[in-house]
């Protein structure tokens, strides 16, 4: 796919979140994929052959522009998901995610067997490798959920196929993924596990503790090897016990390790994400989906990993009644942020743009709006809803209209 000449664009008449500020009738000028200038309107200088030169949208002052949200933890979306290891797969959740203002995200893998991996692993690498279009989500590498964890905490990992860390495994898939795997949940009590969070610590990739029975010292340990994150806080891990504080109370007392959560009112209460956002702050709170391929579609029957999945009413669950994934939207999860913890607004975005950002080690183009970042931008209405979204400096979907 060649990168196409795309029209610069100037936003106006909105209010904009920066990184250190918000501006509150602004103008944001995009070309070449960048954020070239910005700044309140008062500042946009008069230029005659600005029509010219620019595609102008005016827009509403009760419209907020905002960094695109960075999806780290996602398997599907719209009847798609990373495990289907076809290109069209990953171009439907790349096209769908838009809509909901998620400009960047990692693909997800699930526990599979080896071949059924490896397939995803190589597809999604080769599809990363490859120029992306600019007008769909921009997938920024592989997140790698199992099957290095602990049957005790499958969920709705397959059993079948859960394994041991294998560090030389891993660096097989890795190959196979072209250097893409930027996290990996794993369970670093299971044997192996600490010398394969040594080895992803040593490469940059991000050691992320999930599906485990860990205690509250082997946690210890592993943050000492390298581990930096909690995948999907109180999810399918060794809970906080006062004589055992587990994985959830090492994840509430230890600022090396960043949380994802999944804020649907689902998968924990709202009051125990209140209770986590005021032990972990705004800094240690990464939202995220972890949504599946019915997210964008009716409630029904679908799949995960080979397993028979029913929604209804927004709860995705196996036969046996385990959740399985989720089919939230990164919006919602802002609002449902909000109305849970009372956090401020330039917190809940935070959450959702630079703090994975950060974690990737890609903040120095993404996650904030600010001159020379990727122009990575979601216009959100008065009722928080994605009005508008522009990924790459190309306008990628419109309320009402077409995504690209």
């Not at 990373?82 to 069209?88: G, H, V, W, Y």
């Not at 992320?208 to 860990?214: M, P």
């Not at 082997?218 to 581990?227: K, P, S």
């Not at 122009?375 to 306008?395: H, Q, S, Y």
Request: proline share 4%; aromatic share 6%.
């Amino acid at each position: 796919m060649m990168t196409q000449k795309v029209t610069p664009i100037l936003l106006k008449g909105m209010s904009i979140y920066t990184e250190t500020n918000k501006i509150e009738t602004g103008y944001i000028k995009i070309k070449d994929q960048k954020i070239v200038e910005i700044g309140p309107q008062e500042n946009l200088k008069q230029d005659n052959n600005v029509q010219e030169r620019f595609t102008i949208i005016d827009l509403q002052a009760n419209y907020s522009a905002i960094p695109g949200f960075i999806d780290i933890h996602i398997h599907g979306a719209n009847g798609a998901d990373a495990m289907d290891a076809t290109p069209e797969a990953l171009a439907t959740m790349a096209k769908a995610l838009v809509k909901e203002g998620t400009t960047s995200f990692l693909a997800t893998t699930m526990t599979q067997e080896t071949a059924a991996i490896e397939q995803a692993l190589t597809n999604a690498g080769n599809y990363i490798t490859q120029p992306q279009p600019q007008g769909q989500a921009e997938i920024i590498g592989i997140h790698l959920e199992g099957p290095f964890v602990n049957k005790k905490r499958a969920g709705a990992q397959p059993l079948n196929y859960i394994i041991d860390p294998d560090k030389d495994k891993f660096t097989k898939w890795n190959k196979l993924a072209k250097g893409k795997i930027k996290l990996v949940t794993l369970a670093s009590e299971r044997p192996g596990g600490l010398e394969l969070v040594r080895y992803l610590t040593q490469n940059g990739i991000v050691a992320s503790l999930g599906h485990t029975d860990a205690t509250y010292d082997q946690v210890d340990e592993a943050i000492q090897t390298g581990a930096k994150q909690v995948t999907h806080l109180y999810n399918q891990m060794r809970e906080l016990h006062h004589r055992e504080p587990g994985v959830v109370g090492a994840a509430y007392l230890r600022e090396e390790l960043k949380t994802e959560i999944i804020v649907d009112g689902i998968h924990s209460r709202p009051e125990m994400v209140k209770l986590a956002y005021k032990q972990k702050g705004k800094q240690g709170f990464i939202l995220i989906t972890d949504a599946m391929r019915a997210k964008g579609l009716p409630d029904g029957d679908y799949e995960l990993g080979g397993q028979p999945v029913a929604v209804k009413a927004g709860k995705a669950v196996l036969a046996d009644g385990t959740i399985a994934g989720s089919v939230l939207k990164m919006n919602q999860a802002i609002k449902n942020m909000l109305d849970f913890t009372g956090c401020s607004f330039p917190e809940a975005i935070e959450m959702a743009a630079m703090n994975p950002a950060k974690q990737l080690n890609i903040a120095d183009r993404k996650g904030s709006l600010a001159v020379g970042k990727d122009a990575d931008i979601v216009i959100l209405d008065e009722n928080l809803d994605v009005f508008m979204t522009i990924c790459r400096g190309k306008l990628a979907y419109q309320k009402g209209g077409e995504t690209a």
